[in-house]
C-alpha cells in the first residue's frame, strides 16, 4: 500500500526558508521520479518541481532559483527547500508519485508566506 506523508510545513514571513519533506512507504522508492505540486485557494494544482530516479531535477518558472528538490534514497524521502519565501507561494503543498498510471498523492501540508 503506497503511503505518502508530507511534513515541514508552516508561517513563514516573506524572504524566508522552509523544508518540506515527504516519506514514502510501501514503493520502490528508488526507481521512481518525485512530485511536489501545490495548491492556492482558489486554484488549479500546480506542479512545482519533479527529481527522477537519477537526480534530475524540473521546476516551474515561478520556484526556480529559489526552491530546490532533493531525495534521499536511504530514507525514502523527498525534500523541498524552499528559499525566498513570497506571498504568492502560499498554498497547500503535496507530494506526488505515479505509478502504473495511477497518481497516489499525501495529506499535503500548508505553507502561508505572510508579514
Known amino acids: 500500500q503506497v503511503h505518502l506523508v508530507e511534513s515541514g510545513g508552516g508561517l513563514v514571513q516573506p524572504g524566508g526558508s522552509l523544508r518540506l519533506s515527504c516519506a514514502a512507504s510501501?514503493?520502490?522508492?528508488?526507481?521512481?521520479?518525485m512530485y511536489w505540486y501545490r495548491q492556492a485557494p482558489g486554484k488549479q494544482r500546480e506542479l512545482v518541481a519533479r527529481i527522477t530516479s537519477a537526480g534530475s531535477t524540473n521546476y516551474a518558472d515561478s520556484v526556480k532559483g529559489r526552491f530546490a528538490i532533493s531525495r534521499d534514497n536511504a530514507k525514502n524521502t523527498v525534500y523541498l527547500q524552499m528559499n525566498s519565501l513570497k506571498l504568492e507561494d502560499t498554498a497547500v503543498y503535496y507530494c506526488?508519485?505515479?505509478?502504473?498510471?495511477?497518481?497516489?498523492w499525501g495529506q499535503g501540508t500548508q505553507v502561508t508566506v505572510s508579514s
Open positions: 506526488n508519485v505515479v505509478i502504473d498510471l495511477h497518481d497516489y
Open positions: 510501501g514503493i520502490m522508492f528508488r526507481i521512481y521520479t
